[in-house]
């Protein structure tokens, strides 16, 4: 029971992640590998917000707008120069994103791992932490749910939702329609990124230490989730997400435990072996 | 009884002279106009805290010893160099020493380096006290001895101490670390020795940020103990905290510096083995602190403290055994120091404890156990 817990509030930030990786994908057609590296920054970005001896809720609106930002930045210095190049290239500057992102904290904050500050933790409840169910957890659980509601009914209610929609269908249609696919992309960066920031600030409350190498597993963990879930689907992403948390966390707690990132790579293979589309992957089939 | 003594000092005299009567045709040594340590250890790169610790904390020795007037009048000198913690680099710092003049060394800092180092030593028969090197393979060699524990003594002092004040005994180790499994299996020997059971969770250098289900696991030990890094241990005792579990989370040598990976949010009782207490109170080591944080601006950590005793130890040794001959041959000097060492009755008394030493090269020394914030 705590570990299906346990395993639900990992799953909700992996599945937080890997809404960033999906939407970026549906929209623009690439892997932002530098997205893990954004949660790194959100999580930087806390920690020294709170160094300067501020609130935690004002640390967590620096981090988000600074992940924003950020992303927005990357997008327009790194990525729309390479609109309509190979997608090897754009795959490549991503990675060359994450790499500079990580050079660029262990420049700042130096290689080692970093406690917090002791302002950042969440009130004890006695009555559930006595039987092993973390304040974090549940936080991350209930917050989690309600992100992934709020963001389902912004894309599916909105226009700008909508035209997010209509820009991951069919990019040239789209622009005959009148949307504005730059426009489109960037806001879908920055809703990812704040995504990620959220997702730092999850991480952060269940393990209090920053470090630059931060982002780089559960990046990578969380793009698994969106390829088992199918790649550029939504529900998609929160599914795998939550699946690989909770499957993670079972097999650390059974005596499979060193083999724990093997099981979660093998279930990615699986999956696509059976669902080569991912479990709520749309078929497309390939015209001949 | 003061026959013995003259009779004692008449024989290392007479030792000395006939190995100083030989020495004087022995290449390297004979242009020495002080006596040489030499050492190597990582200056650079991610281990280089401890050879800069173990470097500082030599040279404050040295320092204090040629500040006394050296030994008969002959100032001491030492030179470390760089090999980060690179098996072949410190064989190669071992010649470039060995033909500057060494005649003496406290060998290396890491064990990996030290034991190339001893390999090296053992042909020309230096004698070599590592500060640092813990694992049994450094200390191998008849000529290779050391300041700090073994890997495995503290599994079977923690055994000890664990089961001497606590019923329900839990714990974590490192599966991917040498350091932790070789004090973790010494550790469940020892248990299986005293016919106790314990609760075992671990983990690999996978997964070395998520300690929930450890924990989990071992909610309800009464002690917890963990032999490994402080990075790792900070972790451990934040996810006791969040998990209502209020264990004693009980470390080894490894958790010296765990005091900046927790807060004041951590209430568990954070205990460790260490040979080194900054915050002792012993006339001995508070003076040491303090030089040493006036030389350096900040407090010595195990490490310089280990480094200082090896040098220390060396001189101690020299000083008994009156060695008075600057050009000596490092043979020579080992057989002398070695014997020194060995002899009954010789004690030092140390930063890091008082020990004594025996043919296979570890100290015996007392371990003190510090409690975190007390």
């Known amino acids: 029971m705590i570990t299906l817990i346990d395993g639900l509030s990992l799953g909700s930030i992996y599945a937080l992640i890997a809404l960033g990786y999906t939407m970026v994908y549906g929209i623009a057609k690439m892997l932002n590998f530098a997205h893990g590296d954004v949660i790194m920054v959100g999580a930087y970005a806390i920690m020294v917000t709170l160094s300067c001896s501020l609130s935690p809720v004002v640390a967590i609106i620096v981090s988000v707008v600074l992940c924003t930002l950020l992303g927005m930045i990357i997008e327009k210095l790194a990525y729309r120069p390479l609109r309509g190049a190979s997608p090897l290239a754009v795959l490549i500057t991503a990675i060359g994103v994450s790499y500079f992102l990580q050079g660029l904290a262990q420049i700042i904050f130096g290689a080692e791992s970093k406690p917090v500050g002791s302002s950042w933790k969440l009130p004890a409840i006695p009555a559930l932490n006595k039987h092993g169910i973390t304040t974090a957890a549940l936080v991350t659980l209930i917050c989690g749910i309600i992100i992934m509601v709020v963001l389902t009914l912004f894309i599916k209610c909105t226009k700008t939702g909508s035209a997010m929609l209509a820009v991951s269908e069919d990019r040239g249609a789209a622009t005959l329609m009148g949307v504005n696919v730059n426009k489109i992309i960037t806001i879908t960066f920055a809703i990812g990124s704040a995504l990620a920031a959220f997702a730092g600030m999850f991480y952060l409350l269940q393990i209090p230490n920053a470090e630059p190498m931060l982002g780089a597993m559960p990046g990578i963990t969380a793009f698994t989730a969106a390829v088992i879930g199918g790649i550029g689907s939504i529900p998609g992403a929160m599914v795998g997400g939550i699946l690989l948390g909770v499957v993670e966390k079972f097999c650390l707690a059974s005596p499979l435990s060193s083999y724990t990132v093997a099981v979660k790579f093998s279930l990615l293979i699986i999956i696509l072996l059976v669902k080569p589309t991912g479990l709520l992957g749309k078929v497309s089939r390939e015209k001949v | 009884m003061s026959k013995k003594i003259i009779a004692l000092v008449m024989a290392m005299l007479m030792l000395v002279a006939v190995f100083a009567s030989c020495t004087n045709s022995s290449g390297y040594t004979s242009k020495n106009t002080e006596y040489f340590i030499g050492c190597t250890g990582p200056l650079t790169g991610d281990a280089s805290s401890y050879g800069i610790s173990v470097q500082n904390g030599a040279a404050l020795a040295i320092e204090e010893i040629n500040a006394d007037g050296g030994l008969n009048g002959v100032k001491f000198k030492f030179d470390i160099k760089d090999d980060q913690a690179a098996a072949d680099k410190a064989s190669a710092a071992y010649d470039q020493l060995f033909e500057a003049g060494m005649q003496i060394s406290i060998g290396s800092v890491t064990s990996g380096s030290c034991e190339a180092f001893a390999a090296k030593a053992k042909a020309d028969n230096l004698f070599l006290m590592t500060p640092s090197a813990s694992a049994d393979i450094c200390i191998a060699e008849p000529n290779a001895f050391r300041v700090c524990f073994g890997d495995p003594d503290q599994g079977i002092l923690a055994a000890d101490e664990l089961v001497e004040n606590f019923e329900n005994i839990g714990a974590i180790y490192d599966k991917s670390d040498t350091y932790s499994t070789g004090i973790y299996e010494a550790f469940a020997a020892r248990m299986a020795e005293l016919n106790v059971e314990f609760k075992t969770e671990s983990f690999d250098a996978e997964n070395k940020k998520d300690f929930s289900t450890q924990v989990e696991a071992l909610k309800d030990c009464d002690v917890i103990f963990l032999p490994f890094y402080y990075t790792e241990a900070g972790l451990v005792a934040k996810t006791a905290v969040a998990k209502g579990c209020d264990a004693v989370l009980f470390g080894c040598d490894g958790l010296d510096g765990v005091a900046d990976q927790v807060d004041e949010t951590v209430t568990n009782t954070i205990k460790y083995i260490t040979p080194f207490d900054v915050n002792s109170k012993e006339e001995k080591v508070a003076a040491f602190v303090n030089a040493y944080t006036e030389k ?51 004690v030092y008394e140390g930063v890091t404890g008082s020990m004594t030493w025996d043919e296979s090269g570890a100290a015996t020394k007392t371990p003190i156990i510090i409690e975190l914030g007390k």
Do not use: H, R, W
């Open chain 2, 296 to 346: 350096y601006g900040s407090a010595p950590d195990q490490f310089a403290a280990d480094g200082y005793d090896a040098v220390m130890v060396i001189y101690e040794a020299m000083k008994k055994a009156n060695v008075n001959d600057v050009t000596i041959a490092p043979d020579a000097l080992c057989d002398i120091v070695k014997s020194t060492i060995l002899a009954d009755g010789f």
